[in-house]
């Protein structure tokens, strides 16, 4: 579905991805891990389009997102949830999950979209009306999420969706993950936190300092010893 | 309505009643000028200090169409809010568009310029005399007191434009996204909202608007090249009194303005009217800087 | 300033003497008395104290002295620091609360906005005292053919006037320097770029804020008295209001906010753009300069937003040309 070819891209004089090159099936879920400042961001940014490239080529179901501008890319059925949530603090939860659902197909499905969404997230239903701003964490997260869900996508990003949260509610957001999975969508995870993220996924591509290390099967990787060294501290 | 003023005029004294009267259209019609500026500049966080001098074109436009080229002044009304939509249009792609990233001073300063350019090419154009429409519109006698017909109008327009307005924010995927625009500029693109559209569409609304607001006052006062200086400061004051983006404090602020303004020109010069209202602001900022209805940022 | 400068200045001073005429010493001292009005301005302005509002002080400034002196006779060298005083008062009046409730950026510009207006609209509105809106001459002094009085502080000849301007706008350009140099240029600079990370490291912020206003009012002040005192007729709408307001933000973006000399070059700039218009092009063309002017104001901010000298200075930077600060 998703494809990478040989991908590099920087800001400036800085280069971040060197030749990155990874791929994402339909109906699988896969995350990208390393430490902070890897470029695992920049990655995500890269597929959305809030970056170009400088070299190389992303492609969506075959299609080439090269002169494909960023507003167009949820068109195609990517969504990107973004680093540290990202929702609109003075819009409600509801004003969120709406805007969400901006593009003109997603529009004509808005109210099963976001009866899908309150099911899965009943805790947002239940707090439609308030300020997404004044939502606790693990809250905003599950918002931000629901956000994604409401274009009715085929890809969904995640950037770092653990990020700044406390570990309890990390459970929470994998536990989110997972139920995602199991409704069919197919995920792209962007994490700093190895163990829990592995968990979910079935493969996962190691990013250092921008290259692709290592990658392979969830389990091959927690068991490889360079991982746990490096990450688990074991 | 007639009755109830009936009744108030036996209690108070019937001046002071007109200019309490008065003071509540003049507030429609400080509302309605504040509209579009609360659009631009407390929803979507553009300062376009030279809103006033749109505003000007289109009382001109209006003017011209109607006095020389015998355009139907309703005609005329349409036109000149078209053409003030788009110069809010124009004035959004070349001028705050290259400032857009720096800080927001920049385009206070680089409207600013705009503002002089259009007082002075107005003088220019159409020389410093003043020119009224000639519309004698009658006014409203109750009893002893006159309400201007103009101002009923400009009061009521403006009451359905905020109501529209507020409507369309709300509930509208576009409104929304205009909402969302100043809250978090960065990610809209993965909303699928292509950011520089929103900016421009807001333009041509809060430009269409100063149009609307353009129409009503030129039917009650003299446009004139300065004519900006005179209502400009005062709808920044109203917006940012009432709480920057909220239309309904906007409203409500128009109208404390406007009755300060008319009782303090009641009881002495108009002038001192004006500094009792800025006074106002002045210390309202200081005790509630966000605004009668604003949040607190 | 450096050797060279200081010579040119000394040549410059010497211009009344090699006889240059009326005309272009009334030139020359309006030069000099609004680039020390600009300057003052830009002590604030540099630090993103953008103000609106500096009108009021000029206006305070001039019609304060005027007042004392046709209505109780009060010579201005009492008059005109009384009117600095005044204007000190006002600026903390309006600074300390904006300064303490971190009122800043452009709501900070609508409060001082809101103060110019209010002065004006009362010396409009105090129309008995002042004349309102046809503005008002100080009583003159000099009977017969007497050149100067010293009490009134009016001299009949140009050249007296100017050398006070020219000693004022040094005076300027030395209190800029001086702040300049000291540490509250730095805590300024630190206040502007962020203001909780400046307070936790002990500035307090609201207090420097206050003194460096205070200052720019105070000058101001001082500008708007001697513009009263020359040019011997002022009103409403040339020394206060938005758009004068505007009329000095303009000039200190020109000619570069964040240089000593850039408020002198905003004002000899301007200045110079309409004289040179209005000998061109006459009366007639009413509005002519200032349009222009908005174009330009329009097209400074786009692109040179540090100003004629900022953008001349960093080209010299950028060609390797002497080791000159500026700001980015």
Known sequence: MLELKSVSAGYGSFQ???DVSLKVTAGEAVAVIGPNGAGKTTLLRVISKLMEVTAGEVSME??????VPSHRVIELGIAHVPENRRLFPRLTVEENLRIGAYPQTARARYGERLEFVYSLFPRMQERRDQLAGTLSGGEQQMCAIGRGLMSGPKLLLLDEPSAGLAPVIVQQVFGLVQKIRAEGYTVLIVEQNIQQVLKVVERAYLLEVGRIKASGKSADLLASDEIRRAYIGL | MYFVVKALMEIFDV?????????????????????????VFGVIDVVWICYAELMMIGMYAVYFLYTVHHVPLLIAFVIGIAIVAFAGVVLHQFVIRPVLASEPINQLLVTGGVLFFLQAAATLAFGVQFRNLGLALPGVTIGEIMLPQSRIYAAGTALVAMLGLALFLKKTYLGIAIRAISQDRAIMPLMGVNPSRIYLITSAIGGGLAGLAACLLVLQYDVHPAIGLTFGPITFLVCVLGGLGNMLGGFIAAFIFAQLI????????????????FVFFIVMMFIRPQGLLGKKR | MNRPAWIAVAVFALLPVAGIGNYYLHLAITVLLWSFIYT???IMGRFGLVSFGHGAFLGIGAYVTTMLWNHYGVTPWLGIPLAILLSVVVAVLIGYPCFRFRITGHYFALVTLALTEVVRLIIVALR???GGSLGVTPTIALAGGESFSLVAIQFARKEV?????????????YVWRHIDRSMMRYAMEAISQEEDASESVGINVTRAKLLITMVSAALTALGGALYGQYQQYINPDTVSGVALSLQIVFAVIAGGMFTQLGPTVGAVFTLLLAEGLRVALGHEVHGLDSTIYGLMLVLFIIYMPNGILGKILDVRARRGGAATAIKA
């Open chain 1, 16 to 18: 971040a991805l060197f």
């Open chain 1, 62 to 67: 075959g299609v080439s997102l090269n002169t």
């Open chain 2, 15 to 39: 001046f002071l009643l007109e200019t309490v009267l008065n003071g509540l259209l003049f507030g429609g019609v400080l509302a309605l000028l504040a509209l579009g500026l609360n659009l």
């Open chain 2, 262 to 277: 008319s009782i303090g020109g009641f009881f002495f010069h108009i002038e001192w009217g004006y500094v009792m209202a």
């Open chain 3, 40 to 42: 003052s301005w830009s």
């Open chain 3, 128 to 130: 008995d005292a002042t």
């Open chain 3, 161 to 173: 006037f100017f050398y006070i301007a020219l000693a004022f706008w040094l005076f300027g350009l």
